[in-house]
């Protein structure tokens, strides 16, 4: 049984920092594309940041030079380090893998309020 997990998420103030963890079982891990989406209410869910197998990464536009995503392959774990935050950044964020099948995690909730 395939179980992605997030934590991490909580209230950070504007400007703070956060950082979110996946951790995946059931899973070859070091061989699927994790990423991490967002959805804020009442918006579509969007790509936040991916990273493949060989550790390449891509960003959405909104959250380059702000968030960095990474991988621990020893420890199937998926982090996403949140710099800078804004109040745009409020929204519930989800983990995701894929290699042809894909899995979603349950979603962690981000408040960036003061």
């Known amino acids: 049984q395939v179980q992605l997990v997030e934590s991490g998420g909580g209230l950070v103030q504007p400007g703070g920092p956060l950082r979110l963890s996946c951790a995946a079982s059931g899973i070859i891990f070091s061989a699927y594309t994790m990423a991490w989406y967002r959805q804020a209410p009442g918006k579509q869910r969007e790509l936040v940041a991916r990273?493949?197998?060989?550790?390449?990464?891509n960003y959405a536009d909104s959250v380059k030079g702000r968030f960095t995503i990474s991988r621990d392959n020893a420890k199937n774990t998926v982090y996403l380090q949140m710099n800078s935050l804004e109040p745009d950044d409020t929204a519930v964020y989800y983990c995701?893998?894929?290699?042809?099948?894909?899995?979603w995690g349950q979603g962690t909730q981000v408040t960036v309020s003061s």
């Open positions: 995701h893998s894929r290699l042809g099948n894909e899995y």
């Open positions: 990273i493949t197998p060989g550790g390449s990464t």
